[in-house]
């Protein structure tokens, strides 16, 4: 019987050269390593040229080390082989990186008030996740998550990093209501957090709503009921 076709994941890298970058995994056998010739390639003298793989099988994406040394990390420890779930930190030299599963990807469902994505290769559907989308001067830059509670500034140990001097380092956090809405609030930031031009504190947001953080324009966007 053939496999289903693998469901999408995704990296994040939340330190190095390249932060900030989605990396999308949709092969069923993924490397990385400090080498060109990897599907996903890490600019980083402490990686090595062939670092680790990440493997689709029956449980999930696993991650494997391929380079013996015992130095790819999940979650600060040390592994040779891991299976991954939502939200694991993989390290790898001085590069850390998320990792995301769409629901789909994960062995076992646990009750969420997360935003969930469509199954892949599956009948039952399931309501997308709100989001904040980066925008640029030349169209989309990043696409953001929305868990319930994400916070935004110029810190790397927030929810949203805005590489930005005009961001507070903890500018403002959006939370998620219990009739799922979304609330925005601003943490008394010295520039200010502006919503359809607006400066607000705390505000309600709706689709299609303009965020200016700094000098970074997000538009929020939630799944149609």
Known sequence: MAQEPVAVAYLIIQQGPRAGKRIEICKDYTTIGRSRHCDIFLEDIAVHRKQASIVWGNTGFVLRDDSGSGDSFVNGKP?????????????????????????????????????????????????????????????????????????????????????????????????????????????????GTFVNGLRVSRCLLNEGDVVQIGSNKLIFYRPRS
């Open 79 to 191: 592994v040779q082989e891991q299976r991954l779930v939502h939200g694991d930190t993989l390290l790898f030299g001085n590069t850390e990186l998320i990792f995301y599963a769409h629901e789909a990807t994960q062995q076992f469902q646990q009750p969420s008030s997360r935003g969930r994505e469509l199954y892949i290769g599956k009948k039952q559907e399931l309501q997308a996740s709100a989001r904040l989308d980066l925008i640029g001067r030349h169209g989309l830059l990043q696409s953001f998550e929305l868990h319930p509670h994400m916070t935004i500034g110029r810190s790397r140990d927030y929810s949203i990093f805005l590489e930005d001097l005009a961001v507070s380092r903890l500018h403002a956090t959006i939370r998620q209501l219990p009739d799922t809405t979304y609330e925005l609030e601003d943490h008394r930031s010295a520039t």
